[in-house]
């Protein structure tokens, strides 16, 4: 049924949203502060926007269709991949953690450190030539070239420390 509403373009529709409030709330900051936003929410709402029309107004043959043909490895034990995916899990909420706390300049280093010390049992010198590189890619990129304030962690913000 051609313009059909169903639930596959629920998720397309509250992506265009937080896109658009994205780009909205950004209007009146300056352009340094604005531009990182920007520069992810209008390739997001614009990509969104095609795909809340192809929900709406596509063919059933398309809405029905796979994009990719995805399949899942059949070699390696449910238990095990369920096992990582959790692991991985973990991992992605420590970091955002770790940004709230920590902040983002410091949270990438320290996590770079750990993940690779601790999940990727790495040894020392790559460990700490590749935080090292983080910290300066951090340092560098966006606080001396770019000025690109971050927030602090809720760390320093409690101590007063800048």
């Not at 169903?6 to 992506?15: E, Y």
């Not at 209008?42 to 994009?67: M, N, Q, Y």
């Not at 999940?119 to 090292?132: C, D």
């Amino acid at each position: 049924m051609k313009g059909r509403l169903d639930f596959q373009v629920v998720p397309a529709l509250a992506t265009l949203l937080v896109a658009a409030y994205a780009l909205y709330s950004s209007l009146y900051w300056p352009l340094r502060t604005a531009l990182f936003p920007r520069a992810i929410a209008i390739p997001l709402f614009l990509l969104a926007l095609i795909e809340t029309v192809l929900c709406l107004i596509g063919s059933e043959k398309v809405r029905e269709g796979h994009a990719v043909d995805f399949e899942l490895t059949t070699d390696v034990d449910p238990l095990i991949a369920q096992r990582r995916t959790l692991a991985i899990g973990t991992w992605i909420v420590g970091f955002f953690g770790m940004i709230l706390l920590a902040g983002f300049p410091l949270a990438v280093p320290i996590f770079v450190f750990a993940y690779l010390k601790l999940a990727g049992r790495e040894g020392w010198l790559l460990t700490t030539v590749l935080t090292a590189t983080s910290w300066l890619f951090m340092e560098g990129l966006f606080n001396r070239l770019l000025h690109i304030p971050f927030a602090e962690g809720w760390i320093f913000s409690l101590f007063g420390a800048t």
